[in-house]
């Protein structure tokens, strides 16, 4: 099962729910995987605490041109989309962080002055998550090898899937972590996204945690979900950017569900919205000082708060049951 969340507005808590539903699952003995792509600002690593055993680099090809062999017939601007590569006068330069890497250069030089060089981008980070048993003690171990292989990273998770070992050693659950990053002055996200994707799970639980917004990389990150889960807070912002999200996602053809976090406050246009368009709200979680302190301290409110836990257990066997009388490749047709 491949969830993705997401969120129109960023603050609405949707990491929270994609770290908790990443450990539910993991606690429930589903082999689990969360992929935090919101890759400007990562940040579910401050709750799960992986233990980082691999990073690798992202790149992407741009230009680099063989002035030797350059004839300065423009071909390379006429074609770029993004103004990535351009003329001064009879000279060719190019703008690396413009550029989305398409190859379209290259392939229309007709002297093969374009060459293709990396350029690096960020990196995605591959780690363990250490769980406590019940009594709060550290109890995980890797049982085959620390790192994911990154030659195959969609092949390789039968053999080099670490083991956690939650409740000493009576429990054996598969959970670890992937994050992209990107560099410091990046601008283009997709990329790192798109890898840290090659790592989804074919068989088991993945979580994907989206970024926040509508733009490409939340398109990216949500692309092939089974079910998109979007969190948003009963605000005048939280209900304009639900609606902005939810009208651009629902061209995704992906079912998907609605949590509305910090229920208690603001008004009632979230819901009204979601039972007009017959969106499933998958849950309700109430604005307390509890959460909050919980959440303060950078741990997990499943692990904290029994309720809680209780809750998100609910939300994931209603996306279960949501996508098992889901007709397969049928639209948003959940809550319907
Ligand atoms: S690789 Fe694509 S985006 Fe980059 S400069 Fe060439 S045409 Fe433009
Ligand atoms: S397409 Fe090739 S030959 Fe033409 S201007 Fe660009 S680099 Fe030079």
Redesign the pocket.
Known sequence: MKLAIASGKGGTGKTTFAVNIAYVSAMRGERTRYIDCDVEEPNGHIFLQPHITDSVPVA????EVDEALCTSCGE?KR???????TMILDKVI??PE???????????CPTNA?S?VPREMGVIEKGIIHLAGSDGASSAQSASGDAIDDSNPVQEQTETMPVVDLQAGTEKVFFDFVQGKMNIKESLAVPIIRKAKEYVLDEGVSIVDAPPGTSCPVIESVRGADFLILVTEPTPFGFNDLKLAVETLEQLDIPMGIVINRYGMGNEEVEKFCSERGLPILGRFPFERRIAEVYSRGEILSRELPDYREMIESLLDDVIAMLSRQPSGGKRGVGD
């Not at 992407?60 to 230009?63: D, K, L, S």
């Not at 413009?98 to 229309?108: D, K, M, N, Q, R």
């Open positions: 992407i090809p741009i230009p390379c074609i770029c989309q993004y103004s990535a590569i190019v703008f413009l550029c989305h890497g398409c190859g379209g250069c290259a392939l229309v374009i293709e």
